[in-house]
């Protein structure tokens, strides 16, 4: 079973939900670079994950009719990233807007 670093695992791993048919394109970040996303602009590549499964699950629920989760095969990507180099972690501090970090409306406060 895979544990990430808070559980005693050893490397960080990334949870993923994709359509099916997007399974084998998953980490190319493509549809990112071609429309944009919430922390990237249009001709950027990034692949959004989350650190659990179950938040993976939620984010694809969120975004998508939630019949098109019990209609559409789904894939749930693991990814083991063991070089943690290239891993950029954002503190506090150095967030833009401390209102991104309380709940509510974006830039209140």
Not at 34 to 55: E, F
Not at 65 to 93: K, N
Request: with cysteine; aromatic share 6%; hydrophobic share 45%.
């Amino acid at each position: 079973m895979l544990l990430p670093i808070a559980l005693g695992g050893t490397e960080l791993i990334a949870w993923r939900l994709d359509q099916a048919i997007h399974t084998s394109t998953w980490d190319t970040g493509d549809d990112a670079y071609r429309v944009g996303g919430l922390w990237n602009s249009k001709g950027m590549r990034a692949v959004y994950c989350s650190i659990d499964p179950t938040t993976a699950i939620l984010e694809g629920a969120v975004h998508k009719d939630s019949r098109a989760l019990d209609t559409i095969l789904h894939t749930l990507t693991a990814a083991v990233i063991a070089d943690m180099s290239e891993i950029h972690i954002v503190g506090l501090a150095s967030v833009p807007n401390a209102s991104w970090l309380r709940p509510g409306m974006p830039g209140t406060g």
